[in-house]
Antibody
């Protein structure tokens, strides 16, 4: 059974950048899409975008397109999210989730989440 | 502001049945996009409960069921148990967002 293991929590200053990793443990991302979402404290989920690691094809949500980069390594075991020009409103738990090919695209495997705190 | 509307909270006694609604529009649920449901326990990642409106992944008890009609979907939980206390989210897709996903704001289930 594959697990997604994300990088540790980060504290960043406004205007800086953060890079979050999502590593497949016990499997590969080659045959799956990965979607990135975030959840601000006490809030629902916000869809950030997705990537097909095998093709390297990324589709960030237009709202974030200018400052969001979604990438994956060439072995298709790790996906990355990099968000630039951070503001206080970017404080949230960032999740990667696997698009379940047997579940009509529902997210069947989730990373544990990475808390990104933007603070001066 | 969540695109899909869920009640902020519901409650029920052990053994009872509760339902959680998820209301959308003609550009998402009403456009026949799949609705998925997730359970999130405090401080943990969500777990897939229901996919494609009504289907359960293996391992999810049949106490959990989903339905959809028009622009709304519902999650029903029967035989309520203490461990069901969690936040439940619905998710679908929206044609106005080029098919990207949208979520409900989440419903906190309290088992009395």
């Amino acid at each position: 059974q594959m697990h997604l293991v994300q990088s540790d929590s980060e504290v960043k200053q406004p205007g800086s950048s953060v890079k979050v990793s999502c590593k497949a443990s016990g499997g590969s991302l080659r045959n799956h899409g990965i979607t990135w979402l975030r959840q601000a404290p006490g809030q629902g989920f916000e869809w950030l975008g997705g990537i097909l690691p095998l093709l390297g094809a990324a589709n960030p949500t237009p709202t974030f397109q200018d400052r969001l980069a979604l990438t994956a390594d060439e072995t298709s075991t790790t996906a990355y999210l990099e968000l630039t020009s951070l503001t206080f409103e970017d404080t949230a738990v960032y999740f990667c989730a696997r698009d379940g090919t047997h579940y009509r695209g529902a997210f069947d495997v989730w990373g544990q989440g990475t808390l990104v705190t933007v603070s001066s | 502001q969540a695109v899909l509307t869920q009640p902020p909270s519901v409650s029920g006694a052990p053994g009872q049945r509760v339902t959680i609604s998820c209301t959308g529009t003609s550009s998402n649920i009403g456009a026949h996009y799949d609705v998925h449901w997730y359970q999130q326990l405090p401080g943990t990642a969500p777990k897939l409960l229901i996919f494609a409106d009504t289907d359960r992944p293996s391992g999810v008890p049949d106490r959990f069921s989903g339905s959809k009609s028009g622009t709304s979907a519902s999650l029903a939980i029967t035989g309520l148990q203490a461990e069901d206390e969690a936040v439940y989210f619905c998710q679908s897709y929206d044609s106005g967002l080029n098919g990207r996903g949208v979520f409900g704001g989440g419903t906190k289930l309290t088992v009395l």
